[in-house]
């Protein structure tokens, strides 16, 4: 709508609906509908918020002018004084200590993650020599890569590439199974 009033000395009414891609009784409706209530409304609130805010030294949050409101005999909801204080760009003070986060330098060098391949385009083969193995599993039909301490004990080496279902599984007591 603001846009098509701006430059309605410019172009047609028309043209600019065409381009934006909705229909001129569109424009037309939205200009002969009256303001809502709740626009009226929330220009009288407005005024009423920032008295209040600027009485006490722009220090109250919506909180604190909410209750000074329903003190002085107006009722409003918070939650529309929480609205209307965001879209007047005004706000409390914070009390107490204040906590700021870190902002990452992203042009700072990464330290190794401990434990684990750094895995980045070509370098890929190196990062995994001798610190991950590929598990073949010929029963999936799939490489997984497999950290050296995801192993289990009869797979380190990778000696014997037979899928694990087919593998002599070693017995312990206390599995059901009596040593031999």
């Not at 929330?42 to 604190?64: F, S």
């Not at 879209?87 to 906590?99: C, E, L, N, S, W």
């Not at 990452?104 to 330290?111: E, G, I, S």
Request: charged share 30%; net charge positive.
């Amino acid at each position: 709508m603001a846009f098509i009033d701006g430059h309605r000395e410019r172009w047609s009414v028309a043209a600019m609906c065409r381009v934006l891609e909705f229909s001129q009784r569109t424009y037309y409706a939205a200009k002969a509908r009256p303001v809502s209530s709740r626009s009226l409304a929330d220009e009288e609130h407005k005024t009423q918020i920032r008295r209040v805010w600027e009485n006490n030294y722009q220090v109250y949050g919506p909180r604190r002018v909410w209750k000074q409101l329903h003190r002085e005999g107006h009722p409003i909801a918070r939650c529309r004084v929480e609205r209307l204080m965001a879209d007047m760009g005004i706000h409390g003070v914070q009390r107490g200590k204040r906590r700021f986060t870190t902002t990452p330098d992203n042009n700072a060098a990464r330290a190794a993650r401990p434990g684990r391949p750094q895995v980045r385009g070509e370098a890929t083969e190196r990062a995994l020599a001798g610190r991950s193995h590929l598990l073949l599993d010929v029963g999936r039909l799939a490489l997984r890569l497999v950290h050296p301490r995801r192993l289990q004990q009869d797979d380190r080496g990778l000696a014997d590439r037979r899928p694990r279902a087919h593998r002599a599984r070693a017995r312990r007591t206390g599995d059901g199974h009596l040593a031999p």
